[in-house]
C-alpha cells in the first residue's frame, strides 16, 4: 500500500452536497466489489471500534440494503439504502436515509453518486452526497462524519491490501 493516495473531502453548505475523491492501489473490479457486497462492506465501512452489521442487502435496481452501525455498548444507528442506478464496475446511485430498528425511515435523506475509474493498477472513486436538508448534512457532520469516512477509508486501504494477497 502506497501512502500517496488522493483523498480529497469538500463540503459545499449552500449546496448541501459533500464532494468525495479517493485513490485506492487496488484493481478496479475489488474496490467494486468492496463497495456493493454486504460481506465486504461489514469489514469496513464503520469506524472502528464501531461495526457493521447489515441485514439485508440487494443491490440491484431498486434493491435495498438495511444495515446498522454498532457501537461497542451495542447501541444501534439503522439506515437504508434504496440502489437507484447502477452501471457495473463504473457507477451507482443510491438513497441513503436513516431509520429505526424497525425500517421506519427519517424525513430526510441523502442521494448518493459513486463513480469508479481505474488507471495504472490503480482505482479512484467519487462520490458525490446531496443531502435533502441542510439540517441534515449539518447533522452528519456533527457525528463526525468526516473523521468517521477517513478512518474508514484507512479500514478499506489495510482490506484491499489483504484481499489483493489471496
Known amino acids: 500500500m502506497t501512502n500517496d493516495l488522493q483523498f480529497d473531502f469538500t463540503l459545499d453548505k449552500a449546496a448541501k452536497t459533500v464532494f468525495i475523491t479517493r485513490e485506492f492501489d487496488a484493481e478496479l473490479s475489488l474496490v467494486w466489489d468492496a463497495f456493493t457486497t454486504a460481506e465486504?462492506?461489514?469489514?469496513?465501512?464503520?469506524?472502528?471500534?464501531?461495526?457493521?452489521?447489515?441485514?439485508?442487502?440487494?443491490?440491484?435496481?431498486?434493491?435495498?440494503?438495511?444495515?446498522?452501525?454498532?457501537?461497542?455498548?451495542?447501541?444501534?444507528?439503522w439506515a437504508i439504502q434504496t440502489y437507484t442506478s447502477i452501471s457495473p464496475k463504473t457507477n451507482f446511485k443510491m438513497f441513503n436515509v436513516f431509520a429505526d430498528k424497525d425500517e421506519n425511515p427519517e424525513p430526510h435523506g441523502s442521494n448518493w453518486d459513486y463513480t469508479f475509474s481505474e488507471e495504472n493498477g490503480k482505482t479512484k472513486v467519487?462520490?458525490?452526497?446531496?443531502?435533502?436538508?441542510?439540517?441534515?448534512?449539518?447533522?452528519?457532520?456533527?457525528?463526525?462524519?468526516?473523521?468517521?469516512?477517513?478512518?474508514?477509508?484507512?479500514?478499506?486501504?489495510?482490506?484491499?491490501?489483504a484481499l489483493s494477497k489471496k
Not at 443491490?59 to 444495515?67: A, C, L, N, S, T
Not at 439540517?135 to 469516512?149: A, D, Q, T
Open 40 to 77: 465486504i462492506l461489514d469489514q469496513w465501512v464503520a469506524p472502528k471500534p464501531w461495526a457493521s452489521r447489515t441485514k439485508f442487502m440487494d443491490f440491484k435496481e431498486g434493491g435495498r440494503r438495511f444495515y446498522a452501525m454498532v457501537s461497542p455498548e451495542g447501541l444501534e444507528r
Open 126 to 161: 467519487h462520490i458525490t452526497i446531496y443531502n435533502e436538508s441542510l439540517e441534515r448534512m449539518e447533522r452528519m457532520i456533527e457525528m463526525g462524519f468526516k473523521e468517521g469516512y477517513s478512518i474508514t477509508m484507512i479500514n478499506l486501504d489495510n482490506l484491499l491490501a
